[in-house]
T-cell receptor
Framework: KQEVTQIPAALSVPEGENLVLNCSFTDSAIYNLQWFRQDPGKGLTSLLLIQSSQREQTSGRLNASLDKSSGRSTLYIAASQPGDSATYLCAAISGGYQKVTFGTGTKLQVIP | DAGITQSPRHKVTETGTPVTLRCHQTENHRYMYWYRQDPGHGLRLIHYSYGVKDTDKGEVSDGYSVSRSKTEDFLLTLESATSSQTSVYFC????????????FGPGTRLTVL
């Protein structure tokens, strides 16, 4: 059974700092790895999706990498801003979306 | 934002009562999903649908049933609500079964007393 772990559970950084969020998964036979953002009381917003054949994806200040062999993905946020404060979730997808396993998230606070 | 709405957004009910949550989409996507989100567990798939009248169970389907009579609507029913079903419920849609992006609704907070 796939297990997805995100450490740390919470992170507080000063504005402008570069930071890395970690996601690890136990079964490397995944189709893709997806990072989401969740704001309080809201649904999830997809940030980046990395297919199994890819090593990384970039969108603006965000860069996500995937290393299937080690069972790890990282989300790099450059020059953090208070608006980046949210919970970040990763999800490992093995097959169709009926086989998706979410991590429990990292709650990020960026202090002005 | 993808056109997904959930109703109600908040509900408080008592143990043993039936509850139906509705997910409505305007994107004409084939696949629809119901998740629950609980502290310490992340999101877990309850049921999903791959077309009108086509549904299947997810990881935590016990105590839940679903129906999809139209492309745009996916209903989640708790036949007899229990306190363990207190949770935040999210609906999601996707155009394909993957790899693809899922779009999530705003969630329904359900409290079973």
């Amino acid at each position: 059974k796939q297990e997805v772990t995100q450490i740390p559970a919470a992170l507080s950084v000063p504005e402008g700092e570069n930071l890395v969020l970690n996601c690890s998964f136990t079964d490397s036979a995944i189709y893709n790895l997806q990072w989401f953002r969740q704001d309080p009381g809201k649904g999830l917003t997809s940030l980046l999706l990395i297919q199994s054949s890819q090593r990384e994806q970039t969108s603006g200040r965000l860069n996500a990498s995937l290393d299937k062999s080690s069972g790890r993905s990282t989300l790099y946020i450059a020059a953090s801003q208070p608006g980046d404060s949210a919970t970040y979730l990763c999800a490992a997808i093995s097959g169709g979306y009926q086989k998706v396993t979410f991590g429990t998230g990292t709650k990020l606070q960026v202090i002005p | 934002d993808a056109g997904i709405t959930q109703s109600p957004r908040h509900k408080v009910t008592e143990t043993g009562t039936p509850v139906t949550l509705r997910c409505h989409q305007t994107e004409n996507h084939r696949y629809m999903y119901w998740y629950r989100q609980d502290p310490g567990h992340g999101l877990r798939l309850i049921h999903y649908s791959y077309g009108v009248k086509d549904t299947d169970k997810g990881e935590v389907s016990d105590g839940y049933s679903v129906s999809r009579s139209k492309t745009e609507d996916f209903l989640l029913t708790l036949e007899s609500a229990t306190s363990s079903q207190t949770s935040v419920y999210f609906c999601a849609i996707s155009e394909t079964s993957g790899p693809d992006t899922q779009y999530f609704g705003p969630g329904t907070r359900l409290t079973v007393l």
